[in-house]
């Protein structure tokens, strides 16, 4: 009411003077006007003399008001109701270099377990609304993972935390940056005083320059202070390895492009948690296109399933506490046959054992060897970060050994990496805390309280210590015990540089102010230190030596990165490795209950739990096991048969009498007696998506880090489970619980159609297998083509050689199109509504089978089973070929869903925005909260509603946008000039854009190659993404 | 009583033993009874709570959207489909009563078409309900509608969801105007024979100023002819088109020429056992048994196992289609149908549909009332169950495995349908209640008295009428 009358008010701006009204009017409206009775003037007097807010609704000057409101009223010849009105501030005077409405990139950096990956962040009107690769960056070649293109979403996340805390009797209690700041001065003059003693700083893992030259200037200033670095997913395993091997740590590089021959020892490193993850993937996936060049041949030996397992040419499922014998086998075979030198050392003695005389892994080992001798210098092995040191040892060791060094691997010796691990480094510092030894800790980021292993009591420790200051992004469990949480700035709100994994620097620039009034680690540090506190004089003052000029910095900010600072390569000098111990263990064969071994991986969508809150990544389907919304514990077949347990069976797993209670998921393929638990779930403080006590949110998935140890963080034995039988229905999104007999038949039948493949040799002899592997019969159609395609003629070629079901384009695509997160309860009703899916297949036996995944969006078919039955005409065919979803007509009869064979079609059963737009369009959301998630949304593509049917669109709004400048500058669209959200993401390159009527375009040559196929093309839906057959290159000794 | 081996289709109606006052005073004594009996009144409580359920689950989904149902993808079609056919199938048996049956001048049909054609109305209104709520915005449904505005929409012809709505759309305007013609000379009956001033009124303007004069007569009879000969057709094709749905989708299972006779076939079984559920508690609870007899029961069991065994058919048909197309897709659909996740209800269905049936080749079977009544109520069920096996089963397992899904039903779901049999019988009992139940002047016409010849109809009318007074 009050904010309406308001509105009356401020129309009226002219001041009027008493004479004006005191004049008797000729027109008049009231006889009181008429008669300028005293009553009149002063209520009209009063309405202009002061301001109505300044009356309290509820003093006795209401009345008052309410006169005054029918004088104004019949003044103003008001009347009637009016509509919510909210004010825009036009920009009348354009700020220089803004268009409002375009979108701008800006390169930034984001920095995982202290390695920097470049990207592109787009801008929209200065909010970033999408992250994509920076070209330019090593880690990156333009490509994305899950984490980078879900990381946005938080940015917008309400949960994040918005002010500082404090630790009060009850809880926390809210607090403001001016406390902190005068708390924290008291506390470090003090600590300057006793240089240091008693402070200690836990940080995570960063190669960030300016913060690491922070850290040098900090302990010159607090000597007697330690700085402590812990990361949950960090491992020493490389760095320990090669400094065995070479007596000091090294980074390992590659160049897959070039290797003929590769061999993965339980290393998934095509996975965004491996250094240099997504530039791997490119390269492997480089040497796998048969069509011009020879194929590589990939050989995988791992416990779990991985993405490079997906797209290997050999698999062999071992345990991860096999690997080392493995690793052993492998250097006595090449120690012995390549020439070693005598400064080298002799190699490990043939390792015995009961797997190892199983006749399929010697066969497969023999031959594995046998095929890296024969391409000396064209081969790489690599070892998974998990594995211990040994195993990093001899993996290098061989790669010397086959003269891969200069090759395909290259080594740059430096010194970030610690030769301790992370969790002994956490296990010293907690000691020293619950001993009372540290009056003051900064935690800079992390988790430690939700992360660190269970014989690691550090959210114990945490309260011991007197003054304790937390920065977090999220007031988690860390900050639960902190005496001060200050809230941190997003990687997208501040100042910063990192380092690519071969060094390259890059500056990170942020993209928006902090929201919520946040801090980076930088700038709090050098505020404490009582430096210039500001994110950007830090790091241009940090990189003036490298850079000079402000041009130069500009450049390197633009550019994303540092051209020239990359670390130098180095030919480290093998020493001689003595011989390794294994033990029984690690050579034995099956294993039973309570000897099972564990491994605590990253997950593919939630890394450590650090993107718990994040509804896309949540949602997102893990690749294997499809499974969203959960963490399960994933058994092989054979082990599930062993044990008798079954699909959604709820398990107690315990491991050293700690346990936790989970799903359980079989993916074929697994390791036999290994069980794989994915980090990042049970968190009990993440917010409104993850899990927060004392709410109705529970937490999303079981807290395996109660069963990790520091002395065994990554893999270890002893698990055993108890089977509580069936639980509830998982948020699978494909083969929910387990196929009956009939379905996998079906499948297994029509699988050779649906993922064509071929080895190489029978690709060289019958090029067209794959267009000749269905009949696809000439058919007439019962309707004329609705368009002849003269313009443009959009289409895509997805190579099934080259993706590895990383599923970063899902997120991609949910990012870009506004696709709305549906919740666990209905992903297991099958509501998801992601519009690009990444179907997996099992191939073979169950015991050992083969993956394929096959991205599937919408198929654009040009004589569209969609579009002859939806009733209102609300998906229609484009003049370019799209098909073209028409919201605002579609009444939702989902005919055109039954109709389509591939399903790609997705409805919105419920609101699934309503929180964020409110359940109506009368009724919008007035949470400012709920309302600052809708700035994540991409203005230029329509948020559905309820009720209506949507669809992959090939991106509509990129094509507009590269269109309209084009057709401006009188000049055609160039290939490769539009790319789509899950193209430009695409490590690998599998998906490509383009015009089919461009007969240049790359996307009309990949569409003509030989091995180029249509989905169910025989039902003459003349689909336009065409797939790019599957070539394997397998080892003729293995077939 | 005459036997079924010496049933002779063209005979006359069976012979009940009644006088035309007494035919009058049997069906008038409902309208005119103070109270009706107690089982009305209960019965009447179930159907207006069920209705209730019915509404109240309706607003819940267009409140909270229609994801309040199981329906989800793949099943994007699921119970409210299914129950939309299944209704538009009850009705069949209604028009093929009074108009088909009256073309081949099966007298018998008399008795029972009446009740039949209003059992006929009221399922096409339950079915009439599903399309509307079933969509996603369900206050957008005249979208459908070939109505000219100003955003230049107009609906798209080549979508069977758009015959759908022409069809059944026409079915009911026919079968409503059927109904109400034939329903003017008893509105008379009961105008002449009411005691009250309102209920005079009322039935006076529903009965139109019939008097029964002859040239009244002779009108109505020729109006009578054409709309069964405009019904006709009908019976065939609106099933047909609702088959259409499903035949003209490329879907396996659902990409099946059989459809339409398979759907006119179902609809005629499903509706002839409607008519059975509903006779025998009627003509047990208002004293019709004279007019609705054994053999009339018996006649329409008949026809029971006459379209059960076509419905088998069918069902064999499409498995040898399926395997003889050589169709790998096809040919899964229907093994997984059948042993596949919802073996269950494919079984439910063969079982009520096909081996139930079987029992009425006993005449001691088909003329038990319980046994009658039992087993059409396993007909209704199986029928229901035949709609959910080829609407899920086919959408659930489609094309490509990795878009496979299961459908599972929600409260919401089961309160829909059980709700809609809440409307159908709240309308039934109303019927039973207010309006001529049985067509007492064409009973009359085929009655003893009456004579067998149709020119004689209109006398029933006034010998009736004079009778009383």
């Keep these: 009411m009050n904010k309406k009358l308001r509105v009356v008010s401020e129309r009226s701006e002219t001041p009027r003077t008493t004479d004006t009204i005191s004049a008797k009017p000729t027109y008049w409206r009231s006889l009181a006007e008429l008669d300028q009775t005293p009553a009149f003037l002063d209520a009209v007097e009063r309405e202009f003399a002061e301001p109505l807010e300044q009356i309290p609704p509820d003093s006795p000057g209401r009345r008052r008001f309410m006169q005054v409101m029918g004088a104004s009223f019949s003044m103003a010849g008001l009347a009637g109701c009016r509509w919510h009105e909210d004010k825009i501030l036009p920009m009348t005077r354009r700020p220089e270099g803004v268009i409002p409405g375009t979108t701008s990139r800006y390169a930034t950096a984001m920095e995982l377990n202290g390695v920097a990956h470049g990207i592109h962040a787009t801008s929209y009107d200065g909010r970033p609304i999408k992250v994509d690769g920076n070209p330019l960056h090593p880690d990156s070649l333009g490509a994305a993972s899950t984490y980078h293109q879900g990381s946005v979403l938080g940015v917008y996340d309400p949960d994040r935390s918005d002010t500082v805390s404090s630790k009060g009797g009850a809880g926390r209690e809210v607090s403001t940056f001016e406390t902190f700041d005068k708390a924290a001065k008291e506390q470090f003059k003090k600590l300057r005083a006793s240089r240091g003693e008693g402070l200690r700083i836990l940080s995570e893992r960063t190669s960030s320059p300016t913060l690491l030259a922070l850290k040098d200037r900090w302990l010159t200033a607090f000597p007697l202070s330690k700085w402590v670095t812990f990361e949950s997913l960090g491992s020493n395993g490389r760095a320990a390895g090669t400094a065995l091997a070479f007596g000091q740590p090294h980074r390992v590089h590659y160049s897959f492009a070039e290797a003929k021959v590769i061999v993965s020892l339980d290393a998934d490193f095509v996975a965004p948690s491996f250094p240099s993850g997504l530039a791997n993937a490119r390269g492997v996936t480089k040497g796998r296109t048969p069509d011009r060049a020879e194929m590589n041949r990939l050989y995988v030996i791992e416990s779990a399933f991985s993405s490079t397992g997906a797209i290997s040419d050999h698999r062999l499922a071992l345990r991860a506490e096999q690997i080392k014998a493995v690793a052993a086998f492998l250097d006595a075979e090449i120690s012995a046959k390549a020439n070693a030198l005598p400064e080298q050392g002799a190699g490990q003695p043939k390792p015995a054992g009961e797997f190892l005389n199983d006749a399929k892994v010697q066969k497969f080992l023999g031959a594995v060897a046998k095929d890296l001798l024969a391409n000396i210098g064209k081969s790489i092995v690599v070892a998974g970060l998990h594995q211990p040191a040994e195993v990093h040892a001899l993996v290098e060791r061989i790669n010397v050994l086959l003269g891969n060094t200069g090759r395909t691997v290259f080594y740059t010796a430096d010194s970030a990496d610690s030769v301790t691990s992370d969790v002994a480094e956490l296990k010293a510092l907690t000691d020293e805390m619950a001993a009372g030894r540290v009056t003051t800790l900064l935690v800079l980021g992390g988790n430690p309280a939700y992360d660190a292993p269970s014989d690691v009591d550090f959210a114990g420790a945490l309260g011991k210590v007197t003054f304790s200051v937390r920065l977090g992004l999220y007031e988690d469990e860390t900050s639960q015990d902190a005496t001060w949480h200050v809230p941190a700035a997003h990687y997208l709100e501040s100042w910063g540089d990192a380092r690519a994994y071969d060094g390259t620097i890059s500056i990170v620039q942020p993209l928006i102010a902090p929201i919520f009034g946040g801090r980076s680690a930088l700038e709090l540090l050098a505020r404490l230190l009582g430096e210039e506190p500001k994110g950007l004089e830090l790091v241009s003052a940090q990189h003036k030596g490298l850079l000079g000029d402000d041009r130069r910095f500009r450049k390197a900010v633009h550019d994303g990165i540092i051209e020239g600072t990359a670390f130098e390569r180095v030919s480290p000098k093998l020493t001689p490795l003595a011989p390794f111990k294994l033990s029984e263990r690690e050579t034995s064969g099956t294993v039973g209950n309570g000897q099972l071994e564990v491994c605590f991986a990253a997950c593919p969508k939630l890394y450590d739990g650090r993107y718990a809150n994040n509804a896309w990544l949540q949602e997102l389907p893990e690749p294997f096991s499809k499974l969203a919304w959960d963490n399960a514990a994933v058994f092989s077949v054979a082990t599930a048969k062993a044990l008798s347990v079954a699909d959604g069976d709820v398990l107690t797993v315990t491991l050293g009498g700690k346990s936790v209670e989970l799903p359980c998921i079989i993916v074929p393929g697994h390791a036999d007696g290994s069980v794989r638990l994915a980090l990042g779930y049970g968190r009990t403080h993440a917010g409104r998506v993850g899990g927060k006590l004392g709410t109705d949110v529970t937490p999303v998935g079981g807290n395996v880090t109660r069963l990790r140890t520091s002395a065994a963080p990554f893999f270890t034995a002893g698990l055993s489970i108890t089977n509580h039988g069936p639980g509830k229905r998982l948020a699978c999104m494909q083969d929910v619980y387990t196929m009956d007999v009939i379905g996998s038949e079906g499948i297994a039948e029509r699988l050779p159609e649906l993922i064509r493949e071929a080895p190489i040799e029978k690709f060289r002899e019958e090029p067209h297998f794959a267009k000749h592997m269905v009949h696809q019969p000439h058919e007439l159609n019962l309707w004329v083509d609705p368009v002849s395609y003269e313009g443009h003629k959009w289409g895509m070629a997805i190579d099934l050689n080259k993706c590895t079901g990383c599923s970063a384009c899902i997120t991609a695509c949910q990012a870009e199109n506004n696709i709305p997160s549906v919740g666990q309860e209905n992903v297991a009703r099958g509501r998801e509504m992601l519009w690009l899916r990444v179907d997996r297949y099992f191939r073979g036996d169950p015991n050992d089978p083969e993956v394929r995944f096959q991205p599937l969006p919408c198929q654009q078919c040009e004589n569209a089973p969609c579009e002859q039955v939806c009733p209102v005409g609300a998906t229609m065919h484009s003049h370019e070929g799209l098909n073209d979803m028409v919201y605002n007509r579609c009444i939702g009869t989902r005919y055109c869903s039954n109709n389509c064979p591939y399903k790609v079609r997705h409805f919105n059963y419920l609101n699934f925005n309503q929180e964020v737009i409110g359940a109506t369009p009368y009724t919008p959301s007035d949470d400012p909260k709920m309302k600052l998630k809708a700035m994540v949304f991409n203005p230029e593509v329509t948020v559905r509603s309820r009720g209506v049917m949507e669809k992959c669109t090939f991106c509509v709004q990129r094509i507009q946008n590269a269109k309209i400048p084009a057709k401006n500058a009188h000049r055609a669209i160039e290939d490769g000039e539009i790319k789509t959200a899950c193209q430009e993401t695409c490590p690998t390159d599998a998906i490509i854009f383009g015009d089919l009527n461009d007969k240049k375009s790359r996307v009309a040559s990949l569409q003509k190659l030989d091995r180029a196929y249509q989905l169910l093309g025989e039902l003459n839906n003349r689909p336009r993404v065409h797939y790019l057959a599957r070539i394997t290159n397998p080892n003729k000794e293995l077939a | ?469």
């Design chain 2, 1 to 469: 009583m005459a036997t079924a081996s010496d049933f002779n289709p063209f005979q006359s109606a069976p012979k009940g033993e009644n006088t035309f006052a007494q035919i009058t005073d049997n069906v008038t004594r409902i309208m005119e009874a103070p109270r009706p009996p107690r089982a009305w009144y209960i019965a009447f409580g179930v159907a207006l709570s069920m209705l209730l359920v019915f509404f109240g689950s309706l607003g819940w989904v267009v409140w909270n959207g229609i994801g309040s149902w199981g329906t989800t993808m793949p099943a994007a079609w699921a119970f409210p489909i299914v129950n939309f056919v299944f209704w538009i199938g009850i009705g069949h048996a209604g028009t093929l009563i009074s108009a088909i049956l009256f073309l081949l001048r099966q007298n018998w049909r008399t008795a029972i078409n009446r009740f039949a054609e209003a059992m006929t109305i009221f399922a096409v209104m339950c079915a009439g309900v599903f399309p509307g709520v079933h969509i996603g915005r369900p206050w957008l449904p005249y979208y459908m509608m070939p109505i000219p505005n100003q955003m230049d929409m107009w609906p798209q012809f080549r979508s069977p969801l758009e015959w759908d709505i022409f069809a059944v759309s026409t079915y009911a305007t026919v079968s409503i105007l059927f109904w109400y013609m034939g329903m003017i000379p008893d509105f008379a009956t009961f105008r002449d024979r009411s005691t009250s001033t309102a209920k005079r009124l009322a039935y006076g303007i529903v009965a139109m100023g019939w008097r029964g004069s002859s040239r009244q007569w002779h009108r109505y009879e020729r109006a009578y002819l054409i709309l069964a000969a405009i019904a006709t057709p009908l019976v065939l094709s609106v099933h047909s088109v609702v088959s259409f749905d499903f035949a003209t989708a490329q879907l396996p299972g659902w990409h099946t020429t059989i459809f339409p006779p398979y759907f006119v076939a179902g609809a005629i079984f499903g509706g002839f056992a409607m008519v059975v559920t509903l006779a025998v508690p009627a003509r047990q609870f208002f004293g019709l048994k004279r007019i609705i007899t054994i053999r009339h029961l018996e006649l329409m069991n008949k026809v029971m196992i006459a379209t059960g065994l076509m419905v088998g058919y069918s069902y064999g048909m499409e498995f040898f289609i399926a395997w003889y197309s050589g169709n790998s897709y096809e040919g899964f659909t229907f093994v997984n149908r059948a042993f596949g996740q919802y073996a269950w209800a494919y079984w439910t269905m063969i079982s009520c549909n096909v081996i139930i049936p079987q029992l009425f080749w006993f005449k001691k079977v088909r003329t038990n009332v319980w046994a009658t009544l039992v087993i059409g109520m396993l007909i209704n069920v199986g029928m229901w169950f035949e709609r959910f096996v080829i609407i899920c089963t086919s959408l659930t397992r489609d094309f490509l495995p990795a878009s496979w899904g299961y459908f599972i039903p929600t409260k919401i779901d089961f309160m829909t349908l059980g709700g809609s049999f809440g409307l159908f019988f709240t309308l039934f009992l109303l019927f039973c209640r207010y309006l001529p139940m049985v067509a007492m002047s064409e009973v009359k016409a085929f009655s003893p008295a009456g004579g067998h010849a149709r020119p004689h109809l209109h006398h029933g009318h006034d010998d009736a009428a004079h009778a009383h007074h």
